[in-house]
């Protein structure tokens, strides 16, 4: 029992080993300086929050700066000027000329343009507003990761897919597939994985596993004006699977309800240390659930082979189709396929909706309900029926697809790159 249990810790720690390796190949590694001590702990405060940035070292001299620099190699350099705006104009063009694979970012209280304009003359990536707000710090890391400047390890960043699941009719499975697709999703060791229920009348996605939360949507809603990550991660619980639940409010009569702008500031802090963000929208479409589409990478659209179902699906295509780009996003899924005998035909459905049906998710209509009303996600309920074989294989689609995204764009950028100066080989030859 003993040597069992030795056992087991060694394996767990192993486990956590690999975890913490796992996680410093995907953070960015920064460097502060300010010699404001006020100024230098609000940010230091603002950024120790955020699992994907890791704060290597933290300077109060300008002039000691480049040594940190050269002894912490950081992804990013962190230059505030307020304090002596002179100083850290040198102090940017010696670190982007001595240090090039570290990204020089700036943050001042001032928006004077030619102070902004020669910082960015001396090399710096970025130039943020102080107080620097969160979204505002990220989005710039976003900017810097897509210029393919230096970044850590791999010259990767690790990204965050937002996946919103919307069903074009009551009772198709939307909730069932948004829970058992997070759940998936946080199978991969590599993946962390938060669930937003915006059904906010009747969502049950907290039923779906089982949880009986602390806090809701209703609570970030109260303090949006003054949320931070640390704050939204408190309301947050988290099941055995692994998946984080963001649930709607316990009351009916609760109407503090987020807004659009800041359910966005959710959703943009949230990017900030998960991989994945599956948003369960309700059937309303309002604006709530527009505005989570329109920051998702894909709208699943859950249907069934049903006549007011598919001409439910071509309606909100069309939709969608008005709302820019929303339809070049959506993806069909048919859920409980084989329900009947009666169910139109998959190519009539084709025909019906005029476009590809991305997955087909199989009906076992029994071991479904056995799930929902355990409060237990098919993974732990059912691993090898079919059902949960197929919405695994889905979770893993996702991610390929992601995958090969990211690989496009990257090479994009490299032949946008290699046109913009192949007149230089063309010159040497």
């Known amino acids: 029992m003993v040597a069992s249990g030795l056992n087991r810790v060694r394996s767990d720690s192993r486990c956590s080993f690999r975890e913490s390796e796992r996680a410093m190949k995907r953070v960015i590694r920064l460097a502060i300086v300010d010699p404001n001590d006020a100024t230098r702990q609000s940010l230091k405060n603002l950024l120790l929050g955020i699992d994907m940035v890791w704060l290597e070292a933290d300077c109060s001299r300008y002039e000691f700066f480049p040594d940190v620099i050269q002894q912490t190699q950081p992804d990013i350099a962190l230059i505030s000027l307020d304090s002596d705006s002179d100083k850290g104009m040198e102090l940017i063009a010696k670190i982007s000329q001595e240090q090039p694979s570290c990204s020089v970012l700036v943050v001042s209280s001032s928006q004077e343009g030619s102070l902004i304009l020669q910082a960015m003359r001396n090399g710096a990536r970025e130039f943020l507003n102080y107080p620097l707000k969160l979204e505002d710090f990220l989005a710039a890391l976003d900017r ?36 058992n697709l997070a759940c998936s999703l946080a199978r991969n060791e590599a993946n962390s994985v938060a669930v937003i229920d915006l059904d906010i009348a ?41 998946a984080f639940l963001l649930p709607r409010p316990v009351n009916l009569d609760e109407t503090a309800i987020v807004s659009p702008d800041g359910l966005r500031r959710v959703i943009a802090l949230l ?22 589409m329109d920051v998702s990478d894909d709208v699943l659209l859950v ?17 969608f189709e008005e709302k820019g780009d929303l339809s070049d996003r959506m993806k ?14 998959l190519n009539k459905a084709l025909e019906t909706i005029g476009r590809e049906i991305f997955w087909q998710v199989p009906n076992d ?34 991610d390929q697809t992601a995958k090969i995204q990211t690989d496009e764009e990257d090479g994009n950028a490299a032949k946008r790159k290699k046109g913009l100066f192949s007149f230089l080989s063309s010159s040497a030859n």
Not at 274 to 285: C, E, N, P, Q
Not at 337 to 345: N, V
Request: hydrophobic share 40%.
């Open 202 to 242: 009747l969502g049950d996605a907290d039923v779906w596993l089982d949880i009986i939360p602390d806090y809701t949507i209703q609570d970030v809603a109260e303090n949006i004006s003054r949320l931070d990550y640390s704050l939204l991660k408190r309301s947050l619980t988290k099941h055995e699977c692994g």
């Open 271 to 292: 990017k900030a240390t998960f991989t994945h963000l599956v948003i369960d929208v309700s059937k309303s479409l309002g604006p709530l659930d527009l505005a989570a």
């Open 365 to 398: 209509y029994a071991t479904m309900v056995e799930s929902r009303n355990n409060g237990i996600p098919l993974l732990m309920q059912a691993p090898k029926a079919k059902l949960t074989k197929s919405i695994e294989q889905l979770a893993s689609s996702l």
């Open 332 to 345: 069909v899924i048919v859920n409980r396929l084989g329900l009947e005998d009666s169910q139109i035909s």
């Open 144 to 179: 810097i990761q897509q210029s393919n400047t230096g970044l850590s390890g791999d010259g990767q960043v690790r990204s965050s897919r937002v996946i919103s699941v919307a069903g074009v009719s009551g009772g198709v499975g939307c909730t069932s597939l948004a829970i």
């Open 303 to 319: 249907t069934q082979l049903d006549l007011p179902c598919l001409r439910n699906v071509v309606r909100v295509t069309q939709f």
